[in-house]
């Protein structure tokens, strides 16, 4: 069974800062894992999407890494605002289709 | 290009009753997946639907239940509601099972 684990809880960090969110999988056969911002009480948004072959994607100020063979897969935000304040949710595609969500990383960017 | 929709935005409801969820998925897209959000969880996988077929199914009971019409939209029905039933429940399409995910701005379900 495929277990998605994302620590920190909760990260607070000052505006400017770079920051790294983390995310581990137990089960390396994944056809993708997405990273997704959700923001209180609304749908999730997609931010990236990393395909099993490949080692990362980016995105304006974000840059996501894949490691398939360890289970890890980090999201790197450069410069962080207070507008990144939001839920960071990672989430794989196994075999079955369906998507495995961690609990998600609540992050709060202080001005 | 439109994206996903769901309707409606919230709902009440009473134990016991049943209650049908609607989602549009985003144009060109075949497959639709439901997941219920619990507060302060994850998403949790209910079931994916490709061309009108189910195509996959979570650890849900039978009473959860769902069709895809020809245009692809999507309903979900839950019967018998229960206190735990309270959530959002999220749609997402995509191109197909295994591709991108686009998800809708959700129905949050209270069940009193």
């Known amino acids: 069974k495929q277990e998605v684990t994302q620590i920190p809880a909760a990260l607070s960090v000052p505006e400017g800062e770079n920051l790294v969110l983390n995310c581990s999988f137990t089960?390396?056969?994944?056809?993708?894992l997405q990273w997704f911002r959700q923001d209180p009480g609304k749908g999730l948004t997609s931010l990236l999407l990393i395909q099993s072959s490949q080692r990362e994607q980016t995105s304006g100020r974000l840059n996501a890494s894949l490691d398939k063979s360890s289970g890890r897969s980090t999201l790197y935000i450069a410069a962080s605002q207070p507008g990144d304040s939001a839920t960071y949710l990672c989430a794989v595609c196994g075999a079955n289709s369906k998507l495995t969500f961690g609990k998600g990383i609540t992050l709060s960017v202080r001005p | 290009e439109t994206g996903v929709t769901q309707s409606p935005t919230h709902l009440i409801k009473t134990r016991g009753q049943q209650v049908t969820l609607r989602c549009s998925s985003q144009s060109g897209h075949n497959t639709v997946s439901w997941y219920q959000q619990a507060l302060g969880q994850g998403p949790q996988f209910i079931f994916q639907?490709?061309?009108?077929?189910?195509?996959g199914r979570g650890n849900f009971p039978p009473r959860f239940s769902g069709l895809q019409f020809p245009n692809y939209s999507s309903e979900l029905n839950v019967n018998a509601l229960e206190l735990d039933d309270s959530a959002l429940y999220l749609c997402?399409?995509?191109?197909?099972?295994?591709?991108?995910?686009?998800f809708g701005p959700g129905t949050r379900l209270t069940v009193t």
């Open positions: 997402a399409s995509s191109l197909s099972g295994v591709g991108e995910q686009y």
């Open positions: 639907y490709y061309r009108e077929e189910e195509n």
């Open positions: 089960d390396s056969a994944i056809y993708n």
